[in-house]
């Protein structure tokens, strides 16, 4: 109505609604732009107007130009206008644009944190939906911090489709408040159980999301989750949970054993497609993850393959699809019940769909043998030539490289062959992968010593036309090889044919057109060639012909020198300069193809590319040590700050149980000594067992091995595929072998039947009775000696979930609790709050360090805790149940816990955690009535000096609603309650909720504080209004805050240097007091001091430990705590002398209670 | 999770977007037109699934489509999504739109824009998957360690 109403007005004539603005989109297909700029300048105008109709019509069409393609941030504050609107039809058209255009740098997002609340809190359903859903979107740190407690709220909603909602979004406000996880955790887990299926499985999705990031955290739901296996008739909610599974497996064996019946009866009787496929997908991930210990699951492998070959012989290439997917998971733990289905496979190739055929791709990486791997490369090489498009030719090029190179060249019988598939590979245009290729050739060449004969003269073919692979595909990858084959062909020149002619061909003029690193190898190998060439000519006493070779490169040098790239300028003079030498010394008839050749003697191995990192540090080595002695005097304070890099280290590693015995390490040191001496030069690997063929060390001993002469070492025509030949020869080579050990064979048989007769068996030919047609050998690559094996790889330390790996098994801290709805004074910024997130986040993490460095401790002690941890949850989950049923009945349920048993939080010394500590509540009495009882606790921060936050707990005792609830206080000269701005002194402070029966709920309220030296108490009163039944009350209650010293310190970290420096430099004054008869553990003690007067441990010695804290007006005070038979003794520092004798008093009424 | 639902028609045209990862505007059109001239080169009679584009996600996405007379239906899910499912939801979405609008079409989708199904229908259908993935918050990991050790006291008096 009020759209028509607008519509109406002489202004409105070009208001046009979305479908107007489509139709003309559609209407001016040719000036779109221009229409389109025109209808924004429109919409500009539009949002000028006050009426909120027309705002939001206008904010309507530009989410749809926000599809398109146009920014739209520059309307935010409009949109933010439309979001506030009290009709629902504006409202959500307002939070559908903010959940297309907002995002964390949009600066006005802060301005809708109380819009939100109020929508989340609003009575009708659908409003709150709508706020739900846009926030998912759009949620921030900021705002995910603000809103937590009142999405945690809905989650006990009396409507499913709030419940639903407000469960999902919570996974949006974990991750951007990762600290909200754990005080949320146990309703969002009491969620699973919800009767309501929707938000059951909202529940399930999201815990199933945070377990797949973190499975370890959530081990213990398992038997919560298999129980909703077996009961659950949801296909979504089965699949999540089997998914689930398939991640947790892993980390616990035994759960994989109890999974695999259940998970073969689904496999067996559901109908849903899906539903079978994940369960396969799982039952794969139970027998990997069981590989190990028990491999007696062949009857669950078969079903699993069985089932995956039905999928992959359905016409619906989805599923053909998929089940590739699944089998190349078995292939790797159990490739040979994969390799029966191989026909399968070898059909999937020849598929149209691309993406099938890259699977299956995927799969012949593991199906090779030695048997069929030419035949298999044979078939990749005519789809290579059959393909059409680079990216799927490329993905064969590196799956034949792959395949072939697999384990070290494991399945590779005759290398000639691999050599002319490279070769025939290099003819592929426009790959990108030319340098793939070239290392497979430098790699093959240097490794197989038998192979570099033919290898070079292939290289050298390849450098004689090297103008076809240059000119054709310039830009492309594929004159890397070109590199290769110049390096190989330098190198290896000992075996070359005709070195004059290819050295000819690295020297012509198109040479300098190649990328400039290729050509620097150019030159470099062109000097390899020369040596040999020279040694050659002299032997032959051929003056005449080592002079030409040498004037040749005088001519062809300079064209290198001109080379745009440095390096192979730099190398080209270098080297233009020595056969000029050179020359000289061969025109007055010097020989010196000896000390040219000298250049290049010795032999270069591969060699790991991990091995610079595995050199393990020599004994006796202390690469921390000084070298030079510091000067004398600087010693001290040489030695404090060592100590903070050094962490736990000295302790854990005193720890450590020594590695290896005095006999082993004596052993070792007599190898290394044995392995030096024989090789001054190199680094060699130590011997290992697995390798068939072994590096004999030193050259000299290496088996030249006899080349098995069937095959031809000439290079037939330069372009001709020649790998199909070898195929044929190696056909033929095995066929003439069977043949002989048929042969062999019968003659055996012979004589056994002249002996007692045996049946026979077929003779099927198997892998090993291939014989490779060379003996080759295949040098491994070199490794430092005492190499250490492991190397892990470190988690991406930008992973976003990895905040969220969080204990959820250990109970709540008082310190853990959602922050509430806040009074803030006018000038609070949030910079406060953030900083106790990072505090907070600081201290949840620290157990786990601890955790991680003592793992095999933690292992002993794990069972004892899984039992203590059982003990508390079930403690908890009383509290709960009473909770529960106490808001049943109210509208509005409780929104917050009263402080629940603490824990040594802000404990510094991880080491205290080892016995239970009693529980602790920072929360004290503030006053009580029948309606009303009143808990406080007053916190400090360092970032606002001379402010402190009081929080109060409100909890309606009565069966009357509470509301108009107001708070005053009578402000003293040291101490003032911060009120809104514009109000006066005397003025109450609203408290911003209202609380029906039962129900509890915090307020923060911010007082200003002068002087923080001495305690203080501050009357005030809380008034409100009670209503009942019978009707309404005015009610008051009268209170005293009492500010104790305490509350003016803040828990501050402090390095033990820094407590040194502090204690040194004499500004501070000392005070000094004593309790007797304490029987509390020292532990406890110093739990209390932490916990109660916000220190932290500095260091701790026996029952001696020093302790640090700061005021909020930036009072350094410093403790230190002894304990004796039956009492401690505390020595304090500070830099107020008042202070600290103020705080002492106080500590001593804490300790006396012990 | 869903990363992003997608619709378009056979030109490309976006028709109905919704990304639960904020990109930016121009960032989301490329996205379109990328994923677009993935699917476009696909037959209609070969597997609906596709390793993800190089701008969303990247390798543990996965691009899931179905293709409707002049309108594509593409889900950007990542590997905790079971790919059969995410092709059963595609059909519920269309079914579902079909029913809010007797006999969809993509003008439909075109005038519709601002129904409530339409806003909220992803959302709506997904709800049984719906989860959104959003980048990290910059985190603070190294002021102060707070677990030092010292091997001796220092001198306290």
Not at chain 1, 302 to 308: E, G, I, S
Not at chain 1, 846 to 875: D, F, I, N, Q, T
Not at chain 1, 1030 to 1059: R, W
Request: glycine content about 4%; charged content about 30%; aromatic content about 6%.
């Amino acid at each position: 109505m009020a759209l028509k109403m607008v519509k109406g007005s002489i202004d409105r004539m070009f208001d046009k609604n979305l479908q107007d603005l489509v139709r003309g989109i559609r209407n001016h297909k040719e000036d779109e732009a221009k229409y389109i700029s025109q209808c924004i300048d429109e919409i500009k105008q539009e949002l000028k107007q006050d009426n909120i109709a027309v705002k939001a019509n206008a904010v309507c069409k530009l989410t749809y130009l926000q599809m398109l393609g146009y920014d739209i941030s520059w309307a935010a504050f409009n949109i933010i206008e439309v979001m506030s609107a009290s009709k629902f039809t504006f409202k959500r058209i307002g939070y559908l644009a903010a959940s297309q255009c907002f995002h964390e740098g949009t600066d006005v997002i802060m301005l809708t944190t109380n819009q939100i609340r109020k929508d989340l809190s609003s009575p009708s359903q659908y409003d709150t939906g709508v706020a739900l859903t846009g926030l998912s979107c759009f949620v921030t740190p900021d705002l995910a911090r603000d809103l937590a407690n009142d999405i945690m709220t809905l989650m006990s909603h009396t409507k499913p489709y709030i419940r639903k909602k407000a469960v999902l979004i919570m996974y949006k406000v974990f991750l951007k408040y990762p600290e909200s996880l754990r005080p949320a955790f146990p309703r969002l887990k009491e969620k699973l159980e919800d009767p309501d299926p929707g938000v059951q499985s909202a529940a399930v999705n999201v815990i199933c999301e945070l377990a797949r990031r973190n499975p370890k955290n959530y081990l213990s739901l398992a038997p919560l989750f298999f129980k909703l296996m077996t009961s659950s008739t949801n296909n979504w909610v089965l699949i999540k949970i089997i998914k689930l599974f398939g991640a947790l497996t892993p980390l616990e064996p035994r759960l994989g054993k109890k999974l695999i019946e259940p998970l073969t009866n689904l496999i067996h009787s559901t109908s849903a497609m899906s539903l079978l496929y994940e369960c396969v997908n799982t039952v794969i991930a139970v027998l990997i993850s069981l590989s190990s210990g028990m491999p007696n699951h062949s009857a669950s492998i078969q079903l699993c393959v069985q089932k995956l070959r039905i999928l992959i012989e359905d016409s619906d290439q989805n599923l053909k699809y998929l089940g590739l997917l699944a089998m190349s998971k078995i292939l790797r733990t159990h490739p040979k019940s994969v390799q029966a289905h191989k026909d399968l496979v070898l059909q999937c190739l020849d598929d149209k769909d691309e993406s099938i055929r890259l699977r299956a791709l995927d799969l012949l990486y593991g199906m090779v043998s030695k048997k069929n791997l030419m035949e298999i490369v044979k078939k990749l090489m005519t789809h290579v030539d059959k393909a059409e498009g680079t990216t799927y030719r490329d993905e064969l090029l590196t799956k034949i490289i792959d395949i072939c190179s697999q384990s070290n060249y494991q399945h590779i019988t005759n290398f000639e062959w691999y050599i002319s598939i490279l070769v025939e590979l290099t003819r592929l245009e426009g790959t990108r992968h030319g340098h793939l290729i070239a290392a497979q050739m430098l790699d093959v060449a240097i490794r197989v010593k038998a192979i570099r004969r033919f290898a070079v003269s292939q290289m050298s073919a390849l450098l004689d036309s090297a103008h076809l692979v240059a000119s054709s595909t310039q830009r492309s990858g594929i004159c890397e090889v070109l590199y290769a084959a110049a390096w190989i062909c330098g190198e290896f020149s000992e075996h070359l044919q005709e070195p004059q002619q290819t050295l000819e061909a690295m020297l012509r003029p198109k040479v300098t057109t190649l990328p400039g690193h290729i050509q620097a190898v150019y030159v470099q190998n062109v000097v390899k060639l020369y040596a040999a060439i020279l040694q050659q000519k002299e032997q032959a006493a051929d003056a005449q012909a080592a002079q030409e070779v040498t004037q040749l490169l005088v001519e062809r040098l300079p064209q290198f020198v001109q080379s745009a790239d440095l390096e192979a300028q730099e190398r080209a003079s270098c080297i233009l300069q020595l056969v000029k030498h050179v020359q000289k010394l061969q025109a007055r008839d010097v020989p010196v193809a000896e000390e040219v050749s000298a250049l290049f003697a010795g032999e270069l191995n591969p060699v790991a590319p991990k091995a610079q990192k595995k050199v393990p540090v020599p004994e006796g080595l202390d690469l921390d040590a000084w070298i030079n002695e510091p000067l004398s005097d600087s010693e001290s304070e040489d030695e404090k700050p060592k100590a903070i890099f050094h962490d736990e280290e000295p302790r854990h590693a005193k720890q450590r149980p020594p590695e290896a015995d005095e006999q082993e390490l004596a052993r070792r040191r007599e190898a290394r000594k044995q392995e030096q001496a024989n090789n001054p030069f190199y680094i060699k690997s130590s011997p290992s067992p697995q390798k068939r063929y072994q590096d004999a060390p030193g050259v000299d001993h290496i088996p030249v091995v006899q080349i098995d002469l069937s095959v031809p070492l000439k290079v037939p025509g330069k372009w001709m595929p020649m790998s199909d030949q070898y195929v044929k020869l190696e056909e033929e080579r095995r066929h003439r072998q069977r043949l002989e050990k048929d042969k062999r064979k019968r003659k055996k048989r012979e004589r056994e039947r002249r002996g007692a007769r045996r049946h026979t068996s077929l003779h099927t030919e198997s892998d090993e009775d291939i014989t490779p047609a060379q003996r080759v050998d295949i040098v491994t690559e070199e490794m430092p000696e005492n190499a250490l094996p492991s190397d892990e790889d470190d988690k991406d330390p930008n992973d976003p979930y990895r905040a969220l790996d969080i204990d959820l098994d250990k109970p709540l801290a008082d310190s853990e609790k959602l922050p509430v709805q806040k009074h803030r004074d006018a000038e609070t910024s949030k910079s406060p709050e953030r900083q106790d997130v990072t505090v907070m986040e600081k201290k949840s993490k620290k157990p786990k360090r601890k955790e991680k460095k003592h793992k095999e401790k933690e292992r002993e002690k794990k069972k004892k805790e899984a039992e203590k941890v059982r003990a508390r949850r079930r403690k908890k989950k009383k509290h709960k149940k009473d909770k529960g049923e106490r808001s049943k009945d109210k509208k509005k349920p409780k929104k917050r816990a009263p402080p629940r048993e603490g824990e040594a939080e802000p404990v510094q010394n991880g080491a205290l955690c080892e016995e239970p500590l009693p529980p602790m509540s920072s929360y004290s009495l503030l006053a009580e009535n029948s309606y009303i009882k009143m808990t406080y606790d007053v916190q400090g921060s360092l970032q606002k000096d001379s402010r402190v936050t009081v929080s109060v707990v409100l909890e309606n005792q009565s069966s009357s609603f509470l509301r108009n609830m107001e708070l005053n206080v009578l402000d003293s000269l040291n101490a003032r309650l911060a009120r809104p701005d514009g109000s006066s002194v005397h003025d109450a402070v609203p408290v911003p909720f209202q609380l029906p029966p039962g129900i509890s709920n915090e307020a923060q309220f911010v007082f200003t504080i002068q002087s923080i030296v001495t305690a203080q108490k501050l009357k005030g009163t809380l008034s409100f209004i009670a209503k009942n039944d019978e009707g309404s009350t005015h009610e008051k209650l009268d209170f005293k805050l009492h500010f104790t010293c305490t509350s003016y310190l803040v828990t501050t970290p402090c390095y033990s240097d820094a407590f040194a420096k502090l204690l040194e430099s004499g500004d501070l004054s000392m005070s000094s007091v004593k309790v007797d008869g304490i029987s509390m553990s020292f532990q406890n003690l110093l739990a209390k001091i932490c916990f109660h007067h916000h220190f932290s441990v500095v260091e701790r010695v026996d029952s001696c430990a020093s302790m640090y804290s700061r005021s909020i007006q930036g009072h350094h005070v410093c403790l230190l705590v002894k304990k004796g038979e039956k009492s401690v003794s505390v020595d304090g520092k500070c830099s107020d002398s008042t202070l600290l004798s103020n705080v002492l008093e106080e500590m001593k009424e804490t300790l006396a209670k012990c | 999770m869903i990363q992003a639902i997608l619709v378009f028609n056979n030109h490309g045209k976006p028709r109905l977007v919704r990304f639960y990862q904020r990109f930016p505007e121009e960032i989301q059109q490329q996205i379109i037109r990328e994923t677009f001239h993935l699917v476009l080169k696909r037959d209609d009679n070969i597997c609906n699934f596709l390793e993800g584009g190089s701008l969303i996600g990247g390798s543990d996405y996965k691009l899931i489509y179905r293709h409707y007379a002049t309108l594509y239906f593409v889900f950007c899910v990542d590997s905790s999504e079971s790919e059969l499912g995410i092709l059963d939801l595609i059909q519920v979405f269309v079914e579902t739109l079909d029913k809010c609008f007797e006999n969809v079409c993509e003008l439909d989708l075109i005038f519709h824009m601002d129904k409530g199904g339409l806003s909220a229908a992803p959302a709506r259908a997904v709800s049984a998957v719906k989860n959104i993935n959003l980048p990290e918050m910059p985190r603070n990991i190294n002021i102060g360690d707070l677990n030092i050790k010292v091997p001796n006291l220092s001198q306290f008096v």
